[in-house]
């Protein structure tokens, strides 16, 4: 049994600008572009989360941003605010958010600079806020009732900066795909013959490059039993109203480092595990670990998992452990593209399953190794 788990820099491999450093310079052409019109309905103007993740990597240097670390952060900043806090206790007024289409140098740490309180009332939905229409076209302004109000609102703002990235990944990215790869994706070196079985693809990623370059019908039959290929954080251009998971690390941890942070659970919304759930990309994962450990025991599984292209960062690291330690049995290959990368995964995946398990079940392999390699350089004639 073979899992094929792939990471976004399976795509980067590829020459794909599929990361979030792609997305946000391409962000950064649309907002900084010489214009002589406003347009008030165009998304990349109205969106806090982009302006802020540029604003804060124009700061940072050669130090490229980490988005899901950068949303905890926020996440940490904004539960202190006395509009968040004490939005909800008498003769404390609602708040009234207000930013002009002109300001690109928003940050969330500043946020209070765009809050004053609302000496009237407007009648809300369930969410707690309403867009208000401005007196012009060069402001955003948002009526804000309450804490959950507040909350809501910075979700939904994250969430249109998924459907964002969605539609950059569908009409920039796959759209203009070169479907010619410079490499073979060389099954026959992790033990798969043709025709001889399915490899299980288990990807992190938004896109089905994999899919697309190598047509491989990875998990098509599986003992008859159909069984397709797994996308933990949601596939672009499979919902209409986007279901890719964008978020951050479980605060658990984060809790034992500190027992002061105290994070209200109203933000969990914000965390991967939680949206995995609620955009139902979590099912097929479930059944896969059904076949990793199956409750009759008379059946002798050894798994093998295939990584590639995934940076085992801290975000991803609870389902990692979860499916990586659903077998003891299984072998874990990790493939790398150069030492510095090497290094970095020998820590990481240290920190998910532990040295002992690491030195009885993980084998490190260069990525374009001919020989045990999985990604392998064509020759210039083929």
Known sequence: MDILIVGNGFDLAHGLKTSY???????????????????????????????????VQRNMGDTWIDVEKEIF??????????????????????????????NNVFIFDNITNHMQDSYGTYSTNEKAYIRLQ??????????????????????DQLRDFSK??????????????????????????????????????????????????YKQKFNTYCNIEKFEPIYVHGKVGQCENCDLVLGTHSF??????NPTLNIPHEFNIF???????????????????QKL??????????????IIGHSLDETDHKILAHVLNANKNSIINIYYHNEEAQTRLINKINEIIGEEEVMARVRFIYQ????KGILIPKDINE
């Not at 940490?76 to 939005?87: C, E, H, Y």
């Not at 401005?134 to 979700?155: E, W």
């Not at 965390?271 to 670990?289: E, G």
């Not at 374009?368 to 020989?371: A, G, I, V």
Request: proline content about 5%; some cysteine.
């Open 368 to 371: 374009h190794d001919k020989e």
């Open 164 to 213: 964002l990235f969605e539609e950059y990944l569908l009409n920039e990215v796959l759209a203009n795909i070169n479907c010619e790869s410079p490499y073979k994706l060389s099954l026959k070196t992790i033990g798969v013959e043709p025709n001889n079985k399915d490899v299980y693809l288990l990807s992190f990623n938004y896109t089905d490059t994999c899919e697309r370059l």
């Open 252 to 257: 658990e941890n984060e809790y034992k480092e």
């Open 271 to 289: 965390k991967k595990h939680n949206q995995r759930h609620k955009y139902s990309n979590i099912n097929k994962y479930q059944d896969l670990l």
């Open 21 to 55: 450093r792609d997305f946000l310079n391409y962000c950064y052409e649309k907002l900084y572009k010489p214009r002589f019109t406003y347009v008030p309905s165009d998304p990349y103007y109205q969106n806090l989360w982009i302006k802020h993740f540029i604003n």
């Open 134 to 155: 401005p007196h012009n076209n060069l402001t955003y302004s948002v009526y804000i009732a309450n804490s959950a109000g507040f909350i809501n609102f910075m979700y």
């Open 73 to 102: 952060r926020v996440i940490k900043i904004v539960k202190n605010l006395s509009i968040l806090t004490n939005i909800n206790q008498l003769n404390i007024n609602p708040q009234i958010f207000t930013i002009d289409f002109n």
């Open 293 to 306: 450990n199956p409750t009759d025991k008379r059946k002798k599984i050894k798994p093998v998992f295939h």
